[in-house]
């Protein structure tokens, strides 16, 4: 973990010790809030778990030099869009191997702190159901993996899964409502990001658990894990892989279950195909060999591909969080005169 002498300089420069839990062997947690009460709220808490914790209740003291002593941001409710001028010393920070956990905006529109490529926006600050349910995907990732649905935090920001990014892992939704987004998790970089529109402090309504809270810094905490290489096959069957990018059909493209990865274990949420998302997936044994594939299919003019391509990547992350990439050659036919 972050060194926490190199936390207690930098805090000491700028004239605030607020470093409340020191364990040697646990994270550092940088708490931001611009409401001291609530700051003080979820630090103790945080703090009462074994993180070493740093209370911060102003955007100026988000610095390269102060977000290099811990392991993950925290910012609390209601805070994230006082950080929007900061945008890009976070965007560095995840990238480097930070983790940042953004909570209940509790401001309509998008969020302002998240990194290019996770864009979430918020509907409106109102709710309907304060209770949650646990996704597939959540059922073996790490931040909601064993856990209860009541023991994730209640969903206080209505978020549509339309005003998410297709690379976010969506770990639970409301109960009432699947299309309500509650807790979604992303790599970026080397780094980890979570959104969850809930409320962790000890009087919010729906707190979440201690074991959430932990699961949560935890996985928040952990360097993103290097890019596993995984076989794919752009339209089995075609060993020149012709595409027209003026066609208005769609490019099959199979993720191949090899020894070494398990195609099912593929979250089809996160996944993109030259920077687009399929429009449908199924389970297949694409290459014939006795165990299970994923196909997906992509409408040929999303695709961003040029006349010049000579390949095309996919991209996307497993349920555990654990990032992929597969590259197949293709070749670009010109369109019919």
């Known amino acids: 973990m972050r060194r926490v002498s190199f936390l207690i300089a930098c805090l000491l420069a700028l004239g605030m010790l607020a470093l409340m839990v020191t364990e040697v062997n646990a994270a550092t947690v940088g708490v931001f809030s611009i409401y001291e009460y609530v700051g003080l709220g979820v630090a103790g808490r945080v703090s009462s778990l074994g993180y070493s914790t740093i209370l911060w209740t102003n955007p100026s003291m988000i610095t390269p030099e102060c977000l290099a002593g811990v392991d993950v941001l925290y910012v609390l409710t209601g805070s994230a869009a006082s950080l929007a001028g900061r945008a890009s010393v976070i965007e560095s920070y995840v990238a480097g191997g930070g983790g940042l956990i953004v909570e209940q905006a509790n ?30 995907a959540g059922l073996t990732h790490p931040i909601t993996a064993g856990l209860a649905a009541s023991d994730l935090s209640g969903n206080m920001d209505k978020v549509l899964l339309v ?21 979604a998790a ?15 402090h000890p009087s919010s309504l729906r707190p979440g658990s201690d074991a959430y809270l932990s699961q949560l810094i ?15 096959d752009i339209k089995p069957g075609d060993d020149v892989n012709s595409i027209n990018l003026t066609s208005k059909g769609v490019v099959p493209v199979a993720v191949l279950t090899t020894p070494e990865f398990d195609a099912m274990t593929l979250d089809p949420s996160t996944v993109l195909f030259a920077e687009a998302a399929p429009v449908r997936w199924r ?40 990032s992929i990439r597969g590259t197949d050659s293709v070749n670009i036919v010109p369109p019919k005169e």
């Open 107 to 136: 401001v309509e529109g998008p969020v302002a702190i998240l990194p290019p490529g996770l864009g979430i926006s918020v509907n409106s600050r109102s709710y309907d159901d304060l209770n949650v349910q646990i996704t597939p």
């Open 163 to 183: 005003d998410v990014a297709p690379a976010y892992s969506i770990l639970a939704v409301g109960a009432s409502d699947p299309n309500l987004v509650a807790i």
């Open 186 to 200: 992303a790599t970026y970089g080397n780094g980890r990001v979570v959104f969850e529109t809930g409320n962790s």
């Open 218 to 232: 935890d996985w928040a905490a952990a360097p993103a894990a290097t890019e596993q290489v995984v076989s794919i």
């Open 283 to 322: 389970v297949e044994d694409i290459d014939c060999d006795g165990d299970t594939d994923m196909l997906f299919h992509f409408r040929t003019q999303s695709l961003n591909l040029t006349r010049e391509s000579s390949e095309a990547s996919l991209v996307g992350s497993t349920y555990d969080g654990q």
